[in-house]
């Protein structure tokens, strides 16, 4: 009887898969191992960043900071943005508590046309009333008139407006200043494109800090900036006898505008042109030296309820006019 033969797989018995992983080695994925175990260890680890700290803390350490050094901030992450903007207020006191001490008394904030009671509105915008103030609105090459729809004309606010413009257009030719390169001079009656591009640029960073406290608080850091290097021009011209505020080298380290409160030269005449930059050294409007307590005495914040009084008395007397003349 012939054999029947066995297949061959069953004579080599059951097959064991013995196959390993090939271990991958390339650069590729050793930058992705290590990217990966890198996220592993920011995950496991405790946040560590300022907005992790007790709000209190964070708020004393932004206080330190310039209102430009916020900016800046403000730009790293969306959580320092949101931070930002949500306590902006609060941040923009702290830092002027210190820093802007005259300053912020000097350049206060003309008062946006919206918060005023509607029932004075009109009494405020009347063309009759516009009129009266043509004087003061008569217009300057280097300050853009306000907007009497947005802001108020009353005479506070008026020189509230043209000092915060100021600001801007001298922080601006301060490079000029200091290198001796003449400040371009427009004749009189000329309005050149570029003066009118500057100084609507210049209003747009005032509307923004009417606003915006860490806009108003950067203005003051720009003004504080303006007069310390005009300051130390002065100070340099040796022929220059004229009487100026002493500002030490600590004084201009620190950062702040105290110096500024010590006895010095009155500044308050309002620079109605570009000309009066060049012996220009500390512009602090809205203040006055009092002899007696050897200080200064400063225009109060409630000056502009005062002209509002004022403007609703002529109001007053205005209708009550009109209505005798209707009597007759």
Same mark, same amino acid.
């Given at each position: 009887m012939r054999?029947?033969?066995?297949?061959?797989?069953?004579e080599l018995g059951a097959l064991e898969d013995k196959t390993e992983a090939l271990t991958l080695r390339s650069k590729r994925t050793?930058?992705?191992?290590?990217?990966?175990?890198?996220? =592993?260890?920011? $995950?496991?680890?405790?946040?560590?960043?300022? !907005?992790? /700290?007790?709000?209190?803390?964070?708020?004393?350490i932004l206080a330190l900071l310039r209102p430009s050094d916020?900016?800046?901030l403000q730009r790293v992450s969306r959580a320092f943005h949101r931070f930002i903007v949500e306590d902006e207020g609060r941040i923009a006191r702290?830092?002027?508590?210190?820093?802007?001490?005259?300053?912020e008394r000097c350049f206060r904030l003309p008062v946006l046309m919206e918060l005023i009671d509607p029932s004075i509105r009109a009494y405020v915008q009347s063309p009759e009333r516009q009129e009266l103030l043509a004087i003061h609105k008569k217009p300057y090459q280097h300050v853009q008139v306000p907007d009497p729809t947005e802001v108020c =004309?009353?005479? $506070?606010?008026?020189?509230?407006?043209?000092? !915060?413009? /100021?600001?801007?257009?001298?922080?601006?030719w301060q490079r000029n200043l200091d290198v001796g390169e003449p400040i371009p001079m427009i004749p009189r009656g000329k309005h050149p494109e570029w003066n009118q591009t500057l100084i609507a640029s210049n209003a747009a960073i005032v509307r923004k800090a009417l606003r915006s406290p860490l806009w108003h608080a950067r203005l003051l850091e720009a003004h504080l900036d303006s007069a310390t290097r005009s300051i130390r021009r002065h100070a340099a011209n040796k022929g220059n006898k004229r009487r100026r505020f002493h500002m030490s080298k600590e004084d201009l380290e620190s950062g702040s505008d105290l110096f500024l409160e010590r006895s010095g030269p009155p500044s308050?005449?309002?620079?109605?042109?570009?000309?009066?930059?060049?012996?220009?050294?500390a512009y602090l409007p809205n203040r006055g030296w009092n002899a007696e307590q050897e200080r200064w005495m400063y225009v109060p914040a409630e000056q502009h309820d005062?002209?509002?009084?004022?403007?609703?008395?002529?109001?007053?007397?205005?209708?009550?006019?009109?209505?005798?003349?209707?009597?007759?």
């Open positions: 054999k029947v033969e066995e297949p061959e797989h069953e050793e930058r992705a191992r290590k990217k990966q175990a890198k996220k =592993t260890t920011k $995950t496991n680890r405790p946040s560590q960043d300022l !907005l992790s /700290l007790p709000y209190e803390l964070m708020l004393n916020i900016f800046n702290a830092i002027t508590s210190w820093r802007y001490v005259c300053l =004309t009353c005479l $506070t606010c008026l020189l509230r407006w043209s000092s !915060l413009c /100021l600001i801007v257009d001298f922080a601006h308050f005449d309002f620079p109605f042109h570009r000309d009066n930059y060049y012996m220009l050294e005062i002209d509002i009084g004022y403007i609703v008395k002529w109001a007053d007397r205005q209708n009550k006019a009109a209505a005798e003349s209707q009597a007759r």
